[in-house]
């Protein structure tokens, strides 16, 4: 660096000795040259007056002021052109770390690098202030000399006597602040040991800001006094600046990345959410339905999306949660409910509906979401518990009645009977005592029948081979049913084997059945049984609570008969309830029904839309099967329907046991 400071005056001087040099031979020679040319006299001879030689060394210092002034134009110019060129790898090196950098940490980096490789400082680092109690300053980044960097660091940005140091005070007051000499500025002087070691003269901290306040500095250490010159410090500013607003920048980035991973979230979270979700804009159109909602609703999502909620197809069939929609647009306020929601095959689901009007920071509704779960397994099940508790109920009851009735129908029949051997002679008192007895034998059977919805009246069970007996039940069964009714069957073989009273479950079969066909008697229709295996995993158990984990037999009987509502189809198992209408049923055959079943560890349930059907589902577990048990149960069972001839007999004959004219 000196050496480029002396040449150039050296050339200078250099080039005014020798300008004055050849001035001084060219005025004390240049007659004698002419003369060698011109020999007249006249024309060459003159004298060198004092005028000449004062224009020589004029023009000598001219000439050498021309040139100062040509060199230090020239050198300004390059000092310029190299802060334009070390600007120029500033801004561009500032520019693409903004670009490339991902992450605060990278970019604050970066622009470290570039204060002390591109702008030449010895020392830059980047701090952030914490708004803790302490106030503590915490170091991100830094590029340069790491040993004395972290010697000399400053924990806090308080305002204190021994801490006012530059990253503090430009965060505190919010501006650049710049010591030209740390030597000898009193504000530093607990720390000028420190900068000494590390030679450290001069320092700036630039505060990085957002649009609210100062959250960290950048500070910058140089190895020369004054280093921080009005230009520099503008310089430095400016990145300081694009530092700001980089940090800005990413952090809006980060957070505009995290909220839409969080709405990507929600938005995978709604599609796949067993709940309903449907949204509507302010005007009540459609503007969203997740999965669960078409399927609820029974309506593709091209259907609904862009319809208005009074057009919307699910609204018009379920009259109260449209008016519930329409009621939270109108007062713009959280509604919940229970409904009954229909779909658009008929089938009929329990649902609890939140509607919510969604506000932006005005408070103004900006849309409206209805959330839909479908409750209609809780309602079934707390229906099964109120049915099984009721039974119980009936069950202990029944049994007291019926024992009380039978002491009572045994003294009726033991003296009907002693008053026919008696009273031969005299044939009113014979018929009379004829009919007591007679009504006393049919409340005998009633009360037989009434007795099978005690669980007390169990019946001895053995291994049963369920598929064999279900084949044979309907066997027997198709020589019962009218030409206007098909049946059709579904039986799986070799299911398995269940523990069970071969006639109780015959008698749970033909009961079914006998309602099925009931149900269809004036309009035809289609009879159809199936029965498989059905595996219930212990995870899946709490939709079945009356039931164990493992493998049960599953037997559905669908018909296309007339259905019933939901208020019949929360009595059906109910003694004595009938929907057949006066004198055409006892309303005991799904009583008995559900006794037996139960008896047996299983579960019976039934679900039937009106005007379209009803399908009663029974459960009942199997169990290890064994071989001569099993061979025993083909024999008695297998052949129940053989001989048609007998259908007649067979028929009336369970007809004591399985009424024919039992519920629904």
Known sequence: MKNLLISPRLNRLTITIGYFGIGGIWALYSDKLFGFFQPQTSIVKHSVGPCYWCFIVISSGLLYLLLYYWNSTRTELQQSLGNMTRAVKSYSGCTKAMIKADNETMLMREICRICVEVRGHRMAWVAFAENDPQKTLRVETHWGDDVCFFESFETTWSNTENRQRPAGISIRTGK?????????????????????????????????????????ALVIFDTKPNAFEKEEALLLEELAGDLSYGIKTLRLQAERKQEIEHRLMLAAVTEQTSDGVITFNPSGTIEYLNPSFIKLCGIPADEGVGVSIHDFECSKRNPAFYQAVSGAFETNTLTTGHFVNKDRGGNEHDIDARIAPVLDSSDQVVRYVVTVRDISQEVQLQRQLRQTQKMEALSMISGRMA???????????????????????????????????????????????????????????????????????????????????KMKNDVTVNLGQIAGNPKQIHQVIMNLCTNARDAMQVTGGLLEISLSSMDIPIERIHQYPELSP?????????????GMSREELEHIFDPFYTTKGQGKGRGLGLSITYGIVK?????????????????????????????DQEGQNVEAWGNLSVDQNKTAEIAQREAVTVPADYQI
């Open 403 to 485: 024992h009380d009735f039978n002491n009572i129908l045994a003294i009726i029949m033991a003296n009907s009977k002693v008053g026919l051997i008696e009273d031969q002679d005299e044939e009113s008192a014979q018929k009379n005592l004829l009919r007591i007895h007679k009504a006393a034998i049919r409340g005998k059977k009633t009360i037989k029948q009434f007795m099978a919805i005690n669980q007390q009246r169990e019946k001895p069970k053995q291994p049963l081979k369920i598929s064999d007996l279900v084949q044979a039940s309907m066997n027997l069964f198709r020589a019962m049913m009218p030409s206007t009714i």
């Open 599 to 627: 008896i047996h560890g299983g579960i019976i349930y039934a679900n039937s839309i009106v005007d379209v059907g009803t399908t009663f589902v029974v459960l009942i577990p199997l169990i290890e099967a064994t071989g």
């Open 176 to 216: 650049p602040v710049i010591f030209q000499n740390l030597m000898t500025d009193p504000r530093y002087k607990h720390c000028q040991e420190a900068a000494k070691k590390c030679d450290y003269t001069s320092c700036i901290s630039l505060p990085l800001q957002d649009d609210t306040h100062t959250f960290g």
């Open 550 to 562: 493992g493998k049960h037999v599953k037997l559905i009987i669908t018909d296309t008969g007339h």
